[in-house]
């Protein structure tokens, strides 16, 4: 007996079955399958087909939500932007557009967790190199001049005061803490005293070429805190 469509997209079951999708998308863009495409316009489908079946459960599903995966929030986003777009009759192009864009605008920093699991307890100029290029390559063929990115070693005390180890920036990026600098806006959740996080923050202005939809630039900004697995901290190291 199938399942009816109403139960295929009961937001608060099916909204978490998406993340393994999008990781394997991510995965696919980053390998150059010449299925990606295919891939992330069935994300984009059944995105679109949760949110219209029950757009108020899924608001709530949102806002609810306890997942702990960081690909959680492109997905969310996603939900959100094809709302708008139905509310302000967005075309399907421009639709598909400003989905795809928000699906994929995270896999930097995706791809920056997946580095730092697999780090032996410090970042190299090599590895912080190649972070920062797939920023460049995943905004291709947008322009990359208002992309910036930054890296910063977050570190409590028994007090639970949070001192920047390090940090690293692409772009001057405006908002990168300088090195001893004191924060106080890492929630205490994330970092609890005596342990250390690395957060990892983005800003794009995007510009859209219609500009009757959209006269100004938008500007996105990330913000993800990312605890590597293999060591207590991550040192910064020239090799």
Not at 95 to 102: N, T, Y
Not at 117 to 134: C, E, H, P
Not at 189 to 201: D, N, R, T, W, Y
Request: with cysteine.
């Amino acid at each position: 007996m199938s399942m009816p469509v109403s139960d295929k997209c009961e937001p608060f079951i099916h909204l978490d079955k998406l993340i393994p999708v999008l990781s394997d998308l991510y995965t696919a863009i980053k390998s150059r399958n010449e299925k990606c495409q295919e891939m992330l316009q069935g994300l984009i489908s059944r995105i679109n087909r949760i949110a219209d079946t029950h757009p108020d459960a899924t608001i709530a599903a949102i806002h609810l939500s306890k997942q702990q995966s960081p690909l959680k929030q492109p997905i969310y986003g996603a939900i959100l932007a094809h709302l708008f777009s139905q509310q302000h009759g967005l075309d399907d192009k421009k639709e598909q557009a400003l989905a795809q864009a928000v699906l994929t605008c995270n896999l930097t920093f995706y791809e920056f967790q997946v580095l730092l699991n697999s780090m032996d307890g410090k970042l190299t100029d090599a590895q912080r190199t190649d972070i920062f290029a797939i920023g460049k390559t995943i905004m291709a063929p947008f322009p990359t001049t208002t992309l910036r990115m930054c890296l910063v070693s977050v570190s409590s005390d028994a007090t639970g005061k949070d001192t920047v180890d390090w940090a690293e920036s692409y772009n001057s990026h405006g908002n990168c803490p300088a090195k001893g600098a004191v924060l106080t806006s890492v929630p205490a959740g994330v970092l609890p005293a005596s342990q250390s996080v690395i957060m990892a923050k983005a800003s794009y202005a995007y510009a859209s070429p219609i500009k009757f939809v959209m006269p100004s630039s938008i500007n996105f900004y990330r913000t993800f805190y990312l605890r590597p697995r293999k060591s207590d901290t991550v040192t910064r190291s020239a090799t």
